[in-house]
Every structure is written in structure tokens, then in C-alpha cells.
T-cell receptor, first 113, second 116 residues
Framework: AQSVTQLDSQVPVFEEAPVELRCNYSSSVSVYLFWYVQYPNQGLQLLLKYLSGSTLVESINGFEAEFNKSQTSFHLRKPSVHISDTAEYFCAVTETGANNLFFGTGTRLTVIP | DTGVSQNPRHKITKRGQNVTFRCDPISEHNRLYWYRQTLGQGPEFLTYFQNEAQLEKSRLLSDRFSAERPKGSFSTLEIQRTEQGDSAMYLC??????????????FGPGTRLTVL
């Protein structure tokens, strides 16, 4: 069975500081991994995804995540956060060939001016 | 149409009443998904459609819940005899059926249900 663990429910960080949001998954088969962002009163938006190939994936707004198969992790990082990055971030996994996403419980990132 | 739309955005109802939500997917997306998100949790899969066929249902989808997609376009999710535990955000997503690999699911803004 698949599962996703996001150990940090809340992460406060000062503006322009680096941040890492942790995500670990469990699955017995090949997986695809995702990070979604949810701004207040909005739906989920895909931030980045790992399907295959390079284990380091990047988003257009400076976030990156690295797939680590041995540690079953897909941590999200940004070297310098902005106020506008304040949001809820969800890690998700799906097994190859499956049709639904399994989400973690989310991490609320709060960027402090 | 630039995205998935859901109506209503908010619904407040009394316990025991029936409610119905609507989801309009992105045009030409033939897959449609329903998820439920309770406070402090991530979204949980409920069911999905390929065109008008409901192909998978989660065990979370009790017999008080029914979803339809009669013409393979919009979908409705009905909850009968609502309970306080049904209070949640109901999210809809759509995607193209992939030829291979995976196709991104695009999410709507959700319908927030409050059962009093």
C-alpha cells in the first residue's frame, strides 16, 4: 500500500532564507512523485513532478525536489523564499499505471517578513 | 474555459439533508476525479470516471455518496442524509487519458461543505 509522510505540519521561515519541506513515501512498486501547492481559497496547483529520468526536478519559481529511491524521499527545497511562497504544500505519490493520487497531510509554509 | 470549475464554492446544510455538487472539467479532458479533504489532512481519493464510466471507487465512498457523469462532461457528487463527519472540502480534478506514462491532474477550487 502507498503512503506519504510529511513530518512537518508547519514551517516558519524568514524571507530570503532557504527552506526544505520533507516528504517520505512508501510503495512496493515504481512510483511517480509530485508536489502540489495550495494558496488560500484556491485549488491545488502542480508545482513539480518526478516521472522518470533526472532525479532532480525544478519548478519555474525556484523550487526543486530530488527523488532519492534508497531513502524513499522527495524533499522540496528553495534557496531563498519570498513572501508570496506562503501556502500549503502537499507531497503526493501514485504508482505507475494507477489512477489516483495519495497525498501527505501537508506542510504550511509561512514566510516571515 | 481555463480550468476546472466547481459549484457551489460553499454549502452549509443541516444534518440529514441531501446535497449535490457539480464539477465542470477542462474541455476535452476525459478523466474526472473526486477527492475529499478534511481539516488538517491531504486530499483523499473518492472516485474517478473515464468519460461516463465510473471505473474506480474508494472505500471512503459510502452508500450515501453517489457520483455521476452522464454525458462524459460535467459530473455531480451527491451526499444523502448528510452527517457532521461529511464536513470537508470536496475537490474535483480532470486529466487527459494518457497514451503512456502519466497525465497531470488539474484541480478545481473545491466545494466546502459544512454540516450543522
Amino acid at each position: 500500500a502507498q503512503s506519504v509522510t510529511q513530518l512537518d505540519s508547519q514551517v516558519p521561515v524568514f524571507e530570503e532564507a532557504p527552506v526544505e519541506l520533507r516528504c517520505n513515501y512508501s510503495s512496493s512498486v515504481s512510483v511517480y512523485l509530485f508536489w502540489y501547492v495550495q494558496y488560500p481559497n484556491q485549488g491545488l496547483q502542480l508545482l513539480l513532478k518526478y516521472l522518470s529520468g533526472s532525479t532532480l526536478v525544478e519548478s519555474i519559481n525556484g523550487f526543486e525536489a530530488e527523488f532519492n529511491k534508497s531513502q524513499t524521499s522527495f524533499h522540496l527545497r528553495k534557496p531563498s523564499v519570498h513572501i508570496s511562497d506562503t501556502a500549503e504544500y502537499f507531497c503526493a505519490v501514485t504508482e505507475t499505471g494507477a489512477n489516483n493520487l495519495f497525498f501527505g497531510t501537508g506542510t504550511r509554509l509561512t514566510v516571515i517578513p | 474555459d481555463t480550468g476546472v470549475s466547481q459549484n457551489p464554492r460553499h454549502k452549509i446544510t443541516k444534518r440529514g439533508q441531501n446535497v449535490t455538487f457539480r464539477c465542470d472539467p477542462i474541455s476535452e479532458h476525459n478523466r474526472l476525479y473526486w477527492y475529499r479533504q478534511t481539516l488538517g489532512q491531504g486530499p483523499e481519493f473518492l472516485t474517478y470516471f473515464q468519460n461516463e464510466a465510473q471505473l474506480e471507487k474508494s472505500r471512503l465512498l459510502s452508500d450515501r455518496f453517489s457520483a455521476e457523469r452522464p454525458k462524459g462532461s460535467f459530473s455531480t457528487l451527491e451526499i444523502q442524509r448528510t452527517e457532521q463527519g461529511d464536513s470537508a472540502m470536496y475537490l474535483c480534478a480532470s486529466s487527459l487519458r494518457p497514451d503512456s506514462s502519466y497525465n497531470e491532474q488539474f484541480f478545481g477550487p473545491g466545494t466546502r461543505l459544512t454540516v450543522l
